[in-house]
């Protein structure tokens, strides 16, 4: 299985400022066809997880323009360039380049 | 709207069989993939298994091979998971989510919705 793992663990943030989390993954998520497999997800307090980012870059619709995704091979980035008070919780990237899926450890946002 | 309604909490006793249901509205069923992920009390996100409803071809992961069945009955839009002997270690919060596009024999596009969770309680 591919391992993802995830740093920090825990991120404490003033509002306004940035956040930035890592995800490696033990093999490349680059797939022949093109596409990298690396997406993004939070899971607010007491909610199902939602999609933030697909294939590394690409928000999903709806998602704030402060969140960017970057990244690349084995080595990717979260990155929330202004946090706000409604982005706290626990964000985890996900592979989906081989079977079975998994999930990063999680990484834990809360406001200073 | 698209959404994916979850059957409500359960509570069971060890041994005991249960199948949990997610049921799709505002899309086309048929053609996206149902996955299961689990969430035990506190942990992270572990992903179980996908469904294609349109011919219910099914990929389970190694971890929960032989320990779930997923199963979709297309006429009602609806996805399953189910135990036939329930372990205390089973307790966990166990979401559906679709698929936003294909699923190979090995790779898997995200999951762009998500049902709202049924935790499952397994406690004699």
């Known amino acids: 299985d591919i391992v993802m793992t995830q740093t920090p663990l825990s991120l404490s943030v003033t509002p306004g400022q940035p956040a930035s989390i890592s995800c490696k993954s033990s093999q490349s998520l680059l797939h022949t066809d093109g596409k990298t497999y690396l997406y993004w997800y939070l899971q607010k307090p007491g909610q199902s997880p939602q999609l933030l980012i697909y294939e590394v870059s690409s928000r999903f619709s709806g998602v704030p323009d402060r969140f960017s995704g970057s990244g690349s091979g084995t080595d990717f980035t979260l990155k929330i360039s202004r946090v706000e008070a409604e982005d706290v919780g626990v964000y985890y990237c996900?592979?989906?380049?081989?079977?079975?899926?998994?999930f990063g450890g999680g990484t834990k946002v809360e406001i200073k | 709207e698209v959404q994916l309604v979850q059957s409500g909490a359960e509570v069971k006793k060890p041994g005991e069989s249960l199948k949990i249901s997610c049921k799709g509205s505002?899309?086309?069923?048929?053609?996206?993939?149902i996955g299961w992920v689990r969430q035990m009390p506190g942990k992270g996100l572990e992903w179980m298994g996908i469904?294609?409803?349109?011919?219910?071809?099914?990929r389970y992961s190694p971890s929960f091979q032989g320990q779930v069945t997923i199963s979709a009955d297309k006429s009602i839009s609806t996805a399953y998971l189910q135990w036939s002997s329930l372990k205390a270690s089973d307790t966990a919060m166990y979401y559906c989510?679709?698929?936003?596009?294909?699923?190979?024999?090995?790779?898997?596009?995200?999951?762009?919705?998500w049902g709202q969770g049924t935790t499952v309680t397994v406690s004699s």
């Open positions: 505002g899309y086309s069923f048929t053609r996206y993939w």
């Open positions: 469904i294609y409803p349109g011919d219910s071809d099914t």
């Open positions: 989510a679709r698929h936003m596009g294909y699923c190979s024999s090995t790779t898997c596009s995200s999951m762009d919705v």
């Open positions: 996900m592979q989906g380049i081989h079977l079975p899926l998994t």
